[in-house]
């Protein structure tokens, strides 16, 4: 089998499995916590079953589906935890395709340095535009932050 990363390997061979059952791959991470190595996989609804939200079940799907083939395939040297789960109401953005489906929103963005005294900005997401972050502050005034200063962008969640 040729070298791939665990991510990589991950959404090969999850891709035609998620399509067909109606989900989309949000995100994998393989990340060492202490002694321990976990791989945690994020799943959401495609856009056309959106709404319905990932429920337990769902996980245990993936997670039955995706364990099963990485026993066969048996890729990853180290002992893991396989953890499957939804990105949560609080979710990252992590792809241009995010801020695109997730326009409308209302979002927190985290920055590397503080823009006019601020490190965190809060408003409506307007999109991406010419590598720039577009948002919408409470009185809808346009904040266009350039996207290599971003740190993190969240959906808010309001009360």
Same mark, same amino acid.
């Given at each position: 089998?040729?070298?791939? *990363?665990?991510? /990589? ?14 989900? /989309? ?29 990932? *429920? ?26 396989? /953890? ?17 489906? +997730? ?18 900005? +809060? ?27 971003? *740190? ?8």
């Amino acid at each position: 089998m040729a070298k791939f *990363s665990v991510k /990589e390997l991950i959404t090969m061979e999850l891709e035609e499995f998620l399509e067909k059952s109606g989900y /989309e791959l949000y995100n994998v991470e393989f990340v060492k916590e202490g002694k321990d190595w976990f791989l945690r996989v994020f799943i959401d609804r495609t856009q056309s079953t959106e709404g319905q939200g990932i *429920s337990t079940d769902d996980c245990e799907k993936v997670s039955k589906y995706l364990s099963a083939r990485l026993d066969e395939l048996d890729p990853i040297k180290q002992n893991y935890y396989l /953890e499957v789960s939804s990105p949560g109401i609080d979710r990252a953005l992590i792809k241009d395709s995010d801020y695109v489906k +997730f326009a409308g929103r209302f979002v927190d963005v985290t920055l590397y340095q503080a823009m006019n005294g601020r490190k965190t900005i +809060f408003g409506r997401l307007s999109g991406i535009e010419d590598g720039n972050l577009i948002i919408l502050d409470e009185k809808e005034n346009r904040i266009e932050i350039p996207m290599e200063k971003v *740190s993190k962008t969240k959906l808010a969640i309001l009360l």
